[in-house]
C-alpha cells in the first residue's frame, strides 16, 4: 500500500478538542489531538502536521444558492473521481481565497467590466482579494458569472491547500498520537463574519471520532540538540508555544539533564495562559524558567523582547554556556523584534559591535544553535 504522504493524506481519527485559553479570550487557542495508530506515520519533535480541511458547509450552500447551481450534480473533484457538486465544494476546492487566475477565469464567464478594472491594477488587485471570498462575487450584481452548469464552475477552481502546523507533542511522550495548538482566526470583512478555512474547521466543526486528513511534514531545520545536557532558550508567544511543548516533552522522556528557559507572551493571564497546567509544575520542580509578558494586563505593552532586555545578562551567561535559541511564531513583527534584542545583548554584554554581533549570530546559526520556525 502506498504510504501516507501530502499526496495520500490519513484520515487520522480527531482523539480530542479542548481550548487552552478561557471564555473572553480574544485569542482563541485550541488544543487537538489526532491519533496517527495505523497509518505508519512518524514524525520527530520540531515537526509540522499537514491538515486539509473543510470549507464551512454554511458558505457551499450560501455560494451554490446564489449560483444558482444544482447541489447535486456530479462534478469531477481533483483527484479524477466524481461527487455532488456540495460534497466536492466542502472537501476538494479552494473558494476562499481569491488569486489572480481564478478571477480571470471568472471573469471569461461574467464578462465584468468593472472586474476587468482591477485585474488590470496591481494594486487594486491585492486590495480587492484581501477579505473576500467567491460568494462576494457570486453576490455582486456587477460582477456575477452565470455558469452553465456545475461541472463549468468547479473547472476554474483550485484545489483545496494543506495548512502546515507546528506539531506540539512528542512521539515519545505521546506514542501513535500528535497533537496541534491552534489560534482560531475570526474576522469581519465587508459586513460578513468570517474566518480562517482550517483554523475555525478544527476549532468549531470537529469532535472527537471524526476523520481528518493529515500528513507528516519534516522540518530538519527545527530541532533539539543532540546533547541532553545543552541548555535550550526558547522565544514563543501566543502559539508559537506549540513546538515548545514538542521540546519539553522529548527532554523530560529523554531526562534530558539541560535546564530549559521558555519566553512566552499573550495578552492577559486571565484567559490567556496557556498551557499553564503543565508550565507550572515544570516550574516548580525546577526543569523550567518561564518569563511571561502579558502584553495587555498594564497601561503600556509588554511583549517577549522586553523580557529578554530585561534579562539580557542571563541570556548571554546561558549562550557563553553553549545555549540553543529558538524561536517560533509570526515572521513579520515577532521575529524581527527578538532578533535584535538578541542581537542587542550580544553586543552589549559580549562588548561586541555590531558587525562583530552579527557574526557570532551567524555562528551559532551555523553550528544550529539559532533556529526558527516562523511563519
Known sequence: MEPYSMKNPFPATVRGVRSVTKPGSAKETIHVDYSLEGSGLTYVTGDAL???????????DALVEALGLDASALVALPDGCTAPLREALISSYDITSLKKGVLTKWNAVANSEKLAEILADKDALKNFCWGRDLLDLATDPEMKANFADASAFVSILGKMSPRLY???????????????????????????????????????????????????HSNKNFRLPEDG??????????????????FWQQRIADNAAGPMWLFFGNPYQATDNCYE?????????????????????????????????????EIWQWLEQGAAFYMCGDANRMAKDVEKALLDIIAKYGNRDEAAAAEYLKAMKDAKRYQKDVY
Open 50 to 60: 499537514g491538515v486539509i480541511p473543510n470549507n464551512d458547509p454554511a458558505l457551499v
Open 166 to 216: 507546528s506539531i506540539a507533542s512528542s512521539p515519545d511522550a505521546v506514542p501513535g498520537q500528535v497533537s496541534l495548538c491552534v489560534g482560531a482566526v475570526r474576522y469581519t470583512s465587508l459586513e460578513r463574519k468570517r474566518g480562517g478555512v482550517c483554523s475555525t474547521f478544527m476549532a468549531d466543526r470537529i469532535q472527537a471520532g471524526d476523520k481528518v486528513k493529515v500528513f507528516v
Open 229 to 246: 545536557n545543552t541548555p535550550i532558550i526558547m522565544v514563543g508567544p501566543g502559539t508559537g508555544i506549540a513546538p515548545f511543548r514538542a
Open 277 to 313: 497546567d503543565e508550565t507550572a509544575p515544570l516550574v516548580e520542580s525546577g526543569k523550567l524558567k518561564l518569563s511571561v509578558a502579558w502584553s495587555r494586563d498594564q497601561e503600556y505593552k509588554i511583549y517577549v523582547q522586553h523580557l529578554m532586555e530585561q534579562a539580557g545578562e
